[in-house]
């Protein structure tokens, strides 16, 4: 299903949502559609277009700080569904430094690679597998948690409300 990004009254973005349950906040008045979707839905007596983004008509108070969990789809949302080594589809996790020496699982140290390069790399460095990383991994940005809301992948529409700030 699709995903609206839903923004406090102060742009500010608070969560995704699926598009049926952003198309029902406009229509209960509690949001306005700030960016479409370019479909449109129908019902027996109404024709719907389908929001991709949505400004709430109050403000909410929203926790200071949301911590990203280190998970599978947000490494993979993180690093673009892309390999660190070769650039190729991703398709599973890796740790650059490996934990059998003494590699933490943590945001620096995990990457999203193909199968050929995880083989590749084994229980060794980059350095010492021959490979190298295209960018070193890093903690997420603020709105880092959207990945973990909407998949691998953002909605192009919703890039202005996500200035990238740390």
Known sequence: ????????????????????????????????????????????????????????????????????????????????????????????????VPRSRGGAHTWDNVVACCRRCNIKKGNRLPTEAGIVLLRSPRSPWRFGWIYTSSGYRVDPAWQPYLAYSA
């Open 1 to 96: 299903m699709t995903k609206a990004l839903v923004l406090n009254a102060t742009f500010e973005p608070l969560s995704v949502v699926s598009c049926r349950r952003a198309l029902v906040l406009v229509w209960r008045d509690r949001a306005t559609v700030v960016e479409e979707r370019g479909e449109v839905w129908h019902s027996a007596d109404h024709t719907f277009v389908v929001p991709s983004v949505v400004r709430l008509n109050y403000y909410v108070k929203a926790p200071f700080r949301r911590s990203v969990p280190l998970t599978r789809r947000a490494v993979f949302g993180r690093d673009e569904n892309l390999c660190q080594y070769c650039g190729a589809t991703a398709e599973s996790l890796d740790h650059v």
